[in-house]
């Protein structure tokens, strides 16, 4: 079993230009963080540089972009530079830029992509956590139509369906199959507006910095010649035909489902702010970004409760080790050994499975009436798991031994009763050194823990 470590960015890189709704001059820097980081946004303009935890919870407006707050800072128009780092893979990094918001750049993700390829990525030593979906996860908005359903999946894969009511755009989808696609397919994809949109917006203040090069503009209910170069004027761009329908940016469109690929971008930069890679199918109806937010909103809280994900097991798999290899490896036997078989093992992390029986002789006397497994018994499971994992590590297992040295922040969540399948996760959480090993052990019940505790033991060679 293969771990996955956690990136960040080699070296830190800058982009400047316009901001889409405030038309000032922006730079934005991206750089380095360490190990379980995270993203955050400083505004380096403002007294005291302060720093705003790019999560859900900070998204205080979703109107037209999303815009993340802390008290009175605010930044706004992050989506697109947050979609390039977690289709990327990147889990730290520290954005630092000089006013309100993110520069719009050419209305996508692309650049973004761009200098990230070209500064490189770092791989970390802490692993990188997903979160695993294991049942169907669905949001709605009833007013407006949009839904968001997430679905069990080995690895992620998006689909976005979007209905435009225009006869340029009506119903289109767009996929992403696998993130790894996303710098080909989807990075390119740049935002759009209505032609006859643009006028409220200016009227709220909005996209002072828009124009024909940043952004998809649809020109396709008919106005007049007057009215449409009163629009340009306020939008400092050239005069254009009042009779010429159709898409008026100077770039065409790189694919024809452009627009609906820009909102599969948006959904990933707002998935940004969940906080962890999802492995899962998402399928998302006419998407937007308050719809996304509900999402990302929605999904914190999950993780929140099942913040230790239980491992996954199919007891029709092979086992990687079974009853008789953990006796050649252990030396426990009945009624000591409390590993019935090994299903996963990688260099740092070990999963076990154990069986409780209503015939383990440990309920004889805890307790006859209500027979509850002794929470020793749990954390001496787990250091048996861990010490399976140590040993498979080194020539002629079987010779050596592992003593515990240290327990360390033991709990014990809920009862462990006859019936239970115990599912164990060691993992190392150091390098073993010495011939001493420190871990972290869980032991689930389903999908909750119900014990956990760290220690530390020491490998001896058997005399």
Not at 86 to 98: E, F, K, M, R
Not at 239 to 248: K, M, P, T
Not at 322 to 342: A, F, G, S
Not at 436 to 459: N, P
Request: aromatic residues 6%; contains cysteine; negative net charge.
């Amino acid at each position: 079993m293969e771990t996955i470590k956690q990136k960040t960015l080699k070296s830190s890189f800058s982009l400047s230009g316009k901001g889409l709704h405030t038309g000032l001059n922006l730079t934005v820097t991206f750089n380095p963080a360490p190990e379980n980081t995270g993203y955050k946004i400083q505004r380096i303009d403002l007294e005291g540089q302060p720093v705003i935890d790019a999560v859900a919870e900070k998204v205080v407006d979703t109107q037209r972009g999303t815009v993340i707050a802390q008290g009175d800072v605010r930044v706004s128009t992050i989506e697109h530079g947050m979609a390039a780092l977690y289709a990327l893979g990147i889990d730290n990094c520290l954005i630092q830029v000089n006013g309100p918001e993110f520069p719009i750049l050419d209305g996508s993700a692309a650049m973004y992509v761009e200098k990230i390829r070209e500064v490189g990525i770092e791989i970390q030593n802490a692993p990188k956590d997903f979160y695993i979906i294991r049942k169907k996860i669905e949001i709605k908005d009833e007013k407006s139509g949009s839904c968001i359903t997430l679905l069990p999946d080995d690895e992620f894969s998006l689909t976005a369906m979007c209905s435009f009511q225009s006869k340029f755009i009506n119903s289109q989808f767009a996929t992403l199959e696998k993130m790894e696609d996303f710098e080909t397919e989807i990075a390119a994809a740049r935002t759009f507006v209505f032609v006859r949109d643009i006028e409220p917006l200016l009227q709220a203040g909005l996209i002072k910095g828009g124009d024909m090069d940043n952004a998809i503009v649809i020109y396709e209910r008919q106005t007049t010649q007057e009215r449409l170069d009163m629009l340009a004027d306020m939008l400092n761009v050239e005069h254009r035909d009042a009779n010429e329908l159709g898409y008026i940016q100077h770039k065409p469109l790189v694919w024809e489902n452009e627009c609906t690929r820009h909102k599969l971008l948006d959904i990933v930069g707002d998935l940004a702010l969940i906080g962890k890679p999802i492995k899962g199918r998402i399928v998302a109806t006419r998407p937007g970004h308050t719809i996304n937010n509900k999402f990302a909103r929605l999904m914190r809280k999950e993780i929140k409760k099942h913040e230790i994900q239980a491992p996954i097991y199919d007891p029709n798999e092979e086992p990687v080790m079974d009853n008789i290899r953990i006796r050649e490896l252990l030396p426990h036997r009945y009624p000591m050994q409390l590993v019935d078989k090994v299903i996963s093992i990688g260099p740092t992390t070990i999963i076990g499975v154990k069986n409780v029986t209503a015939n383990e002789p440990f309920f004889t006397g805890h307790f006859p009436e209500e027979p509850v497994m002794p929470g020793v018994l749990q954390v001496e499971a787990m250091a048996q798991c861990g010490g399976l994992l140590v040993l498979s590590q080194v020539e002629e297992p079987e010779r050596w031994s592992t003593y515990f040295m240290r327990i360390e922040e033991v709990k014990f969540r809920q009862k462990v009763v006859p019936g239970d399948t115990l599912l164990f996760r060691v993992e190392l959480l150091h390098p073993v050194r010495h011939g001493v090993s420190s871990m972290k052990g869980y032991v689930f019940v389903g999908d909750h823990v119900v014990s956990e505790a760290s220690f530390t033991a020491q490998i001896v060679k058997n005399k």
